[in-house]
């Protein structure tokens, strides 16, 4: 079986609107606490539209565009 992650658990949250405590055990704690901080933000600014959940991880995003300007620069 595949690892729980943070993008599994946006998709459940967008199609079902709920996720599941085992659920939130299956997760990294690094992407638990990432998907509890954007749930918050989530229902303070967006008034918990689930299509205004972030599918992407923010961390993940910036890791992948500061690998991308590294590569520009060689």
Known sequence: ????????????LQESGAIGLQDFKNLSYEDLNELLEEIKVWCLYANGKLDKLPKESKKKKYKKDKKDKKDKKD
């Open 1 to 12: 079986m595949s690892e729980y992650k943070y993008e599994d658990a946006v998709k459940q």
